[in-house]
């Protein structure tokens, strides 16, 4: 008698989820912040000369304005998130389940801060000395050891806000309407400089630049995670950097 030799079961691999393209907020929505964030930018930009001759005795309260400028932002941009029935945590992406999910990120922002370190060098060796936006910068920068403490608050909210509506909200629109990631990088990255045109044009070709690097890695990661914490943590380190170079006169 001819046996047949038992069938082993055929394990199939699941298949990938999706990629998620679909609107994080009505179109009305997108187009309205856009040109709100460069008019604003505009605004910005013409009166950038009166700003640089401000003699302030406190940066806190320009901080604290600033801070609620950011939070504004994310609090119109989460309201038409909420509107396409997303939550923050659709747009953040990534999640930490273990203390080594965390470590991959902190190692991943780590790397990519020695990445964007390279680029930015390079684009000043190329562009030049960026006159405009140094001059920008040095009105910010902390003097006290309490202003350094809000600028720490400052560089903390912008690295959340930032990212979560640039690369996050904006980067995501611009896939959901052109199908292609590379696409949806450049465009926030194009908006993202233009929002920087007070810091001169070199500053602001620098920064989209910038901006397309931290579109690439939300991209690659399908989550804003390590942007945020490199971006916090770059704002936080090279404003005090900056501050005690430009105490001792050292530019």
């Excluded at 684009?123 to 960026?130: F, I, V």
Aim: some cysteine.
């Amino acid at each position: 008698m001819v046996t047949t030799p038992p069938i082993s079961p055929v394990t199939s691999t699941p298949a990938p989820v999706p990629e998620d393209r679909s609107r994080v907020a009505p179109v009305w929505h997108t187009v309205v912040f856009i040109v709100v964030t460069l008019a604003l930018t505009g605004y910005q930009a013409h009166q950038q000369p009166k700003i640089q001759t401000l003699q302030l005795r406190s940066r806190i309260p320009l901080y604290c304005l600033m801070i609620g400028f950011e939070l504004i932002m994310l609090l119109y941009v989460w309201l038409g998130v909420r509107s396409a029935g997303k939550k923050v945590g659709d747009i953040i992406g990534g999640k930490w389940n273990t203390f080594a999910d965390f470590g991959i990120d902190v190692a991943i922002a780590l790397g990519f801060w020695c990445v964007v370190a390279g680029v930015l060098i390079a684009a000043s060796l190329l562009l030049g000395r960026n006159n405009a936006g140094i001059d920008a910068i040095k009105v910010l920068l902390p003097r006290t050891y309490a202003e350094m403490v809000m600028w720490v608050c400052l560089s903390t909210t912008a690295g959340f806000c930032e990212e979560f509506i640039f690369r996050g909200y904006l980067q995501r629109q611009f896939l959901a309407l052109t199908g292609r990631s590379e696409l949806a990088v450049v465009f926030q990255a194009l908006i993202f400089g233009a929002a920087h045109l007070y810091q001169g044009w070199r500053g602001a070709v620098t920064i989209t630049v910038y901006g397309a690097l931290f579109g690439a890695l939300a991209a690659w990661r399908k989550s804003l995670r390590p942007g945020m914490m490199q971006h916090a943590a770059q704002d936080t380190f090279s404003g005090l950097v900056a501050s005690y170079a430009m105490r001792h006169r050292l530019f």
